[in-house]
């Protein structure tokens, strides 16, 4: 089992940044890779970004790209999510997911692809 525990979500101005954890517990051994999800009410959740934990490819919802940055530190079993220029749209909650399925070539962006889920984090971007 893989235990995550997200954090620093909160309220930000539209424009403004904010950088998400994700902290690993347990059996992080055995993951290949992580990835951050959002759900806003009554929608769906969806697929911001992923990144390959033994090369470190990261992948992006086009909604994000050039916002957003995942990245990993490995001695820590940590996954941040730096996002910038935030939007409204960008208001949801954030979940971290841990996979450990081994896919040569998948970008890691469907719910299927993960194993683990965090509780969540809540972000809000509004003036």
């Known amino acids: 089992q893989v235990q995550l525990v997200e954090s620093g979500g909160g309220l930000v101005q539209p424009g403004g940044s904010l950088r998400l954890s994700c902290a690993a517990s347990?059996?992080?051994?055995?993951?290949?890779?992580m990835g951050w999800f959002r759900q806003a009410p009554g929608k769906e959740r969806d697929f911001v970004a992923s990144i390959r934990l033994n090369n470190g490819n990261t992948y992006y919802a086009d909604s994000v790209k050039g916002r957003f940055t995942i990245s990993r530190a490995n001695a820590k079993n940590t996954v941040y999510l730096q996002m910038n220029t935030l939007k409204p749209d960008d208001t949801a909650v954030y979940y971290c997911?841990?996979?450990?399925?081994?896919?040569?070539?998948?970008?890691?962006?469907?719910?299927?692809?993960?194993?683990?889920w965090g509780q969540g984090t809540q972000v809000t971007v509004s003036s």
């Open positions: 997911a841990a996979s450990d399925k081994i896919y040569a070539i998948r970008s890691y962006s469907y719910l299927y692809d993960y194993d683990y």
């Open positions: 347990g059996r992080t051994f055995s993951s290949t890779a």
